[in-house]
């Protein structure tokens, strides 16, 4: 049961003030937060992971702490607080499909642990044979790949220069497998690029050819408005999923929205609790979506706290937040272009169909030693690697076939000290120049040479890690688990 989107709100019903990305920024959780560095000192963190996991926005925070005292088990309790958390978590679904423009009247909102359950739930219920096919392309996240890679054959399409999908290619393949192909799935913006996909044009193809499309929005969520589009539009989008971590509300739920129809057909992938109306022992009537979908109990603060973000997001505008996080990509990148020896990945201007991910390496340094003096002598919090996209980002550095096949055995041989990879700083909505300019000052330095620390890699992980930093973690969060000496993960033993 969806609500259009303009009358279900999660936003503070006091009226909000936060109305710009600056207002934004004073309310992201820990943004003065002070880290330790090498030397001693501490500075303030610079976050600059978005694209991985955002803070938390304090009114998010507020709002589950309003709804705590509240929280109860949903749809099966008969007190007072039980109703008050279906109503309120049921509310939060049609907020999140309000988010998306999704269709009340034919579309249902999923909530999941986050894209990945999302998408390993289409793929599992879309009844694909092992003969039918999946279009998908090179630059996607492995969330998006390898989850329909365990059903039928998928087909990755190309990309051009700057990392864009290959859109002839993807013309001509949709001719030449008509029929066969059942979905089309692609991501709304890579998380190695930041190119955003021309989705309502992919779509209205993939519905010519007979397929569905599906987009994997937990790029674009935080960054774009979405469309989904009446049923009717031929460049509608059939299915989209989000993570709430990407989108300032870390707790765990993201949601798969599509046509209720599809969900009411077949058994769902996890049964269990919640999922249906009526088992006898020989015979099980399976609930409506998106119950029949959400085994078990729900996350239902999780769901709550997305739904409240998404409001907050929508208040200010997506298109603010879009056209701030451009602007904010031509001051990075005018920056960065000057500094020599950095090499920069991806589309370098036009940032209009660009989220805000800026990827990059500097020459004849390692990706992991150049994140580990960020962060260790910067206090700049960026991510280093593959970023969960391999096969894109291996393409994306010219990587042969033999140097790939060489680093794989490596791996498998517990050696990832040579993986290729890349650094990755990634901005939200609420980063400002002041973000920016600290990376760059500390590129600069790096490109120097005035590196103060001296790094070890790790042959095991690849990381590396500067001799003598060995803050205690207690003093900055009490909880801390101190572990028994000698008692070693299983992960960890070699
Ligand atoms: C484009 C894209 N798709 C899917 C995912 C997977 O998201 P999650 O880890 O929330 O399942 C990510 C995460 O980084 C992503 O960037």
């Known amino acids: 049961m969806l609500r259009p989107s303009n009358s279900t709100s ?3 019903l006091s009226g909000s003030t936060i109305a710009t990305p600056a207002d934004l920024r004073r309310e992201i959780v820990g943004i003065d937060t002070n880290v330790p560095l090498l030397d001693g000192t501490e500075r303030r963190y610079v976050f600059l992971d978005n694209a991985a996991s955002t803070p938390a926005l304090r ?3 507020r709002c589950i702490e309003e709804f705590v005292p509240w929280y109860s088990g949903v749809h099966r309790g008969t007190g007072f607080k039980s109703l008050l958390a279906t109503e309120v978590f049921d509310a939060a679904h049609d907020v999140v499909g309000g988010f998306v423009g999704a269709d009340p009247a034919t579309q249902t909102v999923i909530f999941m642990k986050n894209t990945t359950e999302c998408v390993n739930k289409l793929a599992n219920r879309a009844a694909l044979r092992p003969d039918d096919l999946v279009i998908t392309t090179l ?6 790949d390898l989850p329909w890679r365990r059903h039928c054959r998928v087909i990755h399409l190309g990309t051009l220069e700057e990392g864009r999908p290959d859109l002839a290619q993807l013309q001509r393949l949709l001719k030449e497998y008509a029929g066969r192909v059942k979905f089309v799935a692609v991501t709304g913006a890579s998380n190695i690029s930041g190119v955003c996909t021309p989705v309502h ?3 209205r193809w993939t519905h010519d050819a007979g ?3 599906f987009v994997d929005a937990a790029q674009l969520a935080p960054h774009r408005r979405i469309e989904m589009l009446p049923d009717d539009d031929p460049g509608h989008l059939d299915f989209v999923a989000l993570s709430a971590h990407k989108m300032y509300a870390p707790f765990g739920t993201g949601a798969l929205i599509g046509p209720a129809a599809f969900f009411e057909s077949g058994p769902p992938d996890a049964v269990g609790g919640g999922v249906v109306e009526v088992v006898t022992l020989d015979h099980v009537e399976w609930n409506h979506p998106p119950h029949k979908e959400e085994a078990g109990t729900p996350n239902v603060i999780g769901g709550v706290a997305l739904a409240s973000a998404v409001s907050i997001l929508t208040s200010v505008g997506m298109d603010v937040i879009a056209a701030h996080e ?10 960065l272009a000057k500094l020599h020896g950095v090499m920069l990945y991806g589309p370098t201007s036009h940032f209009e169909d660009k989220v805000g991910v800026i990827p990059f390496n500097v020459g004849g340094k390692h990706h992991a030693l150049v994140a580990a003096i960020l962060g260790v002598e910067g206090g700049i919090g960026v991510r280093n690697g593959c970023f969960c996209a391999q096969p894109f980002v291996k393409h994306l550095l ?3 076939p033999e140097e790939d096949h060489r680093f794989t055995r490596e791996v498998l041989e517990g050696n990832k000290s040579n993986m290729p990879g890349m650094v990755r700083a990634s901005i939200g909505c609420y980063s400002d120049e002041s973000d920016i300019d600290a990376l760059v000052e500390m590129l600069e330095r790096i490109t120097r040479g005035d590196i103060h620390g001296k790094y070890r890699q790790d042959r095991a992980t690849g990381s590396y890690s500067a001799e003598g930093f060995h803050p205690d973690f207690s003093r900055f969060f009490p909880y801390t688990i101190i572990r028994p000496t000698g008692v070693r993960r299983h992960s960890e033993a070699s």
Do not use: D, G, Q, W
């Open 59 to 61: 009114p998010v925070l």
């Open 398 to 400: 010219n990587v042969t």
């Open 139 to 144: 630059m996607e996240h492995h969330s998006n």
């Open 10 to 12: 999660f936003a503070p």
């Open 201 to 203: 044009e992919i779509a």
């Open 211 to 213: 397929a569905r499309i």
């Open 326 to 335: 451009t602007a904010l990509l031509e001051y990075a990148y005018e920056k």
